[in-house]
């Protein structure tokens, strides 16, 4: 094939998918950006964040810019991606024709279905402990957490548009909220600074805790690239696409930052770190008992995001996989009316149930089985680096819309970066055979299913790219 050929532009190539698959162009810039930040800042971000703050203190801003730096290389790597495959199926699509099928259905399957799975239930199940701690005994166990996923399953299968209004709104109260809060406590306008909190006793900017937590603060900037599952339903992509990502980490980056300061002029650095509900902690410390109805709609909100976000993307992903041959044919059927990829809402929406049933009564367990899965988001990052990689030596002619800054310095660092924060996402040495076990466990299983679908049903070698005309035909 001569790498000569000229291909359309992303908005041509999306413009012919939109023909052919029956989606609807309209999601702009206010609507994507509200995605990249709805499914980063949720409640276990808000949890996790406060806990990195207590354990180093104002040395926390380190990790933290650590994170929001590694952020932007899996940013630039999604960008250019996108816009050079603009499928629904978003990493599937680019890694089958970069590396071949088998890393395609591994990344998505672990780095997406399983840790939906997980944090979607953690979250639901989080948003469920919070309500009761703050009104106890109004809800039955369990009805806050199903309500909202039997809700927003409900909404995304109204369609996208319903999807985008509402994602809008939740996205800006959410941060609203966060800021409110983190800049009431910076400025101590509600309340004054307690006395005797000493801020700097656990700053130590070149102490090794404070780079092993990169690891943690990590977590707070991952999804971004949940917009990229949407690009055939986006106004201008080109734009866009990579806008809304940049845009979104750095809002993230500025309110966690915030946030956490806020935090410390309140709370002590070790109550942060050893409370499991630290922002629950952190509302009441601010602003009294007020302070808790302020906490139970930021953590409503954000939870809403993310369930939200999730079951708009990740069935669009596997829409795209079974546009591929890659899953069951059943996911790409779509609503006749709002073209919404209805049995893979219902797929995602059941998987993120079952955990809840099972382990509703242990959530430490959806803890250790979070960072586990966590782990395999990671390893997706890391593919999508090497995606990019690969893609430039095989078609280094190939029309892109955007293209890596400083190619392939981004790339390295993200793959290095990534890796370092694999090996220290235990976040105690007691923890890391459960967590490293289950994450074993999860890219064992996952990977089992995905030579047997390959082989016996695609009927395909294992690490074959495919040619790069099929990601960019629309079926």
């Not at 399957?109 to 009761?132: H, K, T």
């Not at 700097?200 to 990590?218: D, F, K, Q």
């Not at 990829?341 to 367990?365: E, Q």
Request: one cysteine or more.
């Amino acid at each position: 094939m001569s790498q000569q050929i000229g291909y359309a532009s992303a908005d041509q190539s999306v413009g012919h998918s939109a023909q052919k698959t029956g989606f609807k162009r309209i999601l702009g810039l206010g609507s994507l950006l509200a995605v990249a930040v709805g499914l980063v800042v949720s409640q276990g971000v808000m949890v996790l964040m406060l806990q990195g703050a207590g354990i180093a203190g104002l040395g926390f801003i380190i990790p933290l810019a650590l994170g929001f730096i590694l952020a932007l290389t899996y940013v630039v790597s999604f960008s250019e991606l996108s816009l050079m495959i603009p499928r629904a199926g978003s990493l599937s699509s680019y890694t089958e024709v970069a590396i071949g099928h088998f890393p395609a259905i591994l990344s998505v399957f672990s780095g997406y279905v399983v840790v939906a799975m997980f944090a979607l239930s953690a979250e639901l199940l989080l948003v469920d402990f919070i309500i009761e701690k703050i009104y106890p005994g109004i809800f039955p166990p369990m009805s806050v957490g199903f309500g909202l996923l039997a809700i927003f399953t409900v909404l995304n299968l109204m369609g996208i548009d319903l999807f985008a209004k509402l994602q809008s709104a939740l996205a800006f109260i959410m941060v609203v909220v966060l800021l409110m809060l983190g800049l009431s406590a910076v400025f101590g306008i509600v309340q004054p600074h307690p006395e005797g909190i000493d801020m700097t006793s656990s700053w130590n900017p070149l102490g090794g805790e404070v780079i092993t937590l990169v690891a943690l603060a990590i977590w707070g900037f991952v999804g971004a690239e949940f917009v990229c599952p949407l690009v055939e339903e986006s106004k201008n992509p080109e734009r866009n696409i990579p806008r809304s990502m940049t845009l979104g980490v750095t809002i993230i980056f500025v309110t966690i930052a915030i946030y956490c300061l806020g935090a410390l002029f309140y709370i002590p650095a070790d109550t942060l770190a050893s409370s499991p509900l630290p922002h629950y902690d952190f509302a009441k410390a601010v602003f009294g008992d007020v302070g808790l109805t302020f906490l139970a709609i930021a953590a409503v909100t954000a939870t809403c995001s993310t369930v939200n976000t999730s079951l708009a993307a990740i069935p669009r992903m596997l829409y795209g996989m079974a546009q591929n041959g890659q899953a069951f044919p059943q996911l790409k059927k779509l609503t006749p009316g709002t073209k919404t990829p209805w049995v893979a809402v219902l797929f995602v929406a059941a998987v993120t149930g079952l955990p809840m049933i099972v382990m509703g009564d242990n959530p430490d367990a959806i803890g250790l089985l979070l960072i586990s899965a966590a782990i395999a988001w990671l390893l997706a990052y890391i593919i999508t680096h090497i995606n990019v990689i690969a893609l430039r030596r095989r078609y280094p002619q190939l029309h892109r819309p955007y293209k890596t800054p400083w190619y392939p310095l981004p790339q390295i660092v993200g793959i290095a970066g990534m890796i370092y924060a694999v090996v220290y996402a235990s976040p105690a040495p007691e923890l890391s055979g459960q967590i490293f076990g289950a994450a074993g466990a999860v890219l064992v299983i996952v990977s089992v299913i995905a030579i047997a679908w390959i082989k016996l049903v695609m009927k395909k070698p294992l690490f074959k790219p495919e040619p790069i005309e099929k990601a960019l035909k629309a079926e």
